[in-house]
């Protein structure tokens, strides 16, 4: 009887979780929302907190320390031993855009410039591959911005030579950039060599 009424108490125990998902405007934030939505809808003794982040290293620290049971993070920065599951949201795209009067036209013309990114995050982390695979290293470039938003006003008042995204293809903020006509996307060679030393890719 006391074992029933355990497991009875339990099915009709409401669960709270923590979802970490980025900032508002990202495509993992409008995921959880729409998440938390379809859940809560067919569970009702589910429910879900929809915390705003700094990105995928914020979220991962938070699944680590326990203050989420949920995080999104980008599939290339490596979680620690608390996580246990994962799924696939959506594909993440390396986006990397120059001035459309830029005369850089790869990777390797970056040593020395001005790039429009915050240095924490699974982003910056994500720069750094792509730039170490081109030999070049952390020290050879000047960062700016101390967060998205900051880089991007940066960006777009010629305060950076370049700036690089990990988004979905469509994300709004890329979106706006590209139809405002004053940029251009700085193609990212070897694909399939990086893939070789970071699977994720």
């Keep these: 009887i006391a074992s029933l009424g355990i497991i009875l108490w339990q099915g009709s125990r409401t669960q709270h979780l923590t979802l970490a998902a ?3 405007t990202g495509e993992s934030y409008i995921l959880g929302k729409a998440l938390k939505t379809v859940v809560e809808r067919h569970y009702p003794h589910v429910r879900i907190t929809l915390l705003e982040t700094g990105g995928t290293v914020e979220n991962l620290q ?3 320390d326990g203050r989420a049971q ?3 993070a980008q599939s290339d920065v490596v979680p620690g031993p608390h996580a246990r599951s994962h799924a696939i949201l959506y594909d993440d ?4 855009m120059v001035p459309l009067d830029s005369p850089l036209q790869k990777i390797a013309d970056l040593r020395g410039k001005r790039i429009a ?6 982003q910056f982390q994500s720069f750094l591959r792509v730039a170490e695979h081109f030999g070049l290293h952390q020290t050879d470039f000047h960062f700016v911005g101390i967060n998205d938003e ?4 940066a960006f777009l008042k010629g305060e950076a030579d370049a700036i690089f995204r990990v988004r979905a293809i469509g994300n709004p903020a890329i979106s706006k950039l590209v139809q405002s006509g004053k940029v251009r996307f700085l193609p ?6 990086m893939k070789i030393n970071h699977p994720a890719f």
Excluded: K, N, Y
């Design 150 to 153: 900051a880089a991007d006003e």
């Design 62 to 64: 938070m699944l680590e």
């Design 117 to 122: 990114l915050a240095r924490t995050g699974g």
């Design 70 to 72: 949920l995080a999104a």
């Design 188 to 193: 990212i060679e070897h694909a399939a060599a």
């Design 22 to 24: 980025g900032a508002s």
């Design 93 to 96: 795209t390396f986006q990397l």
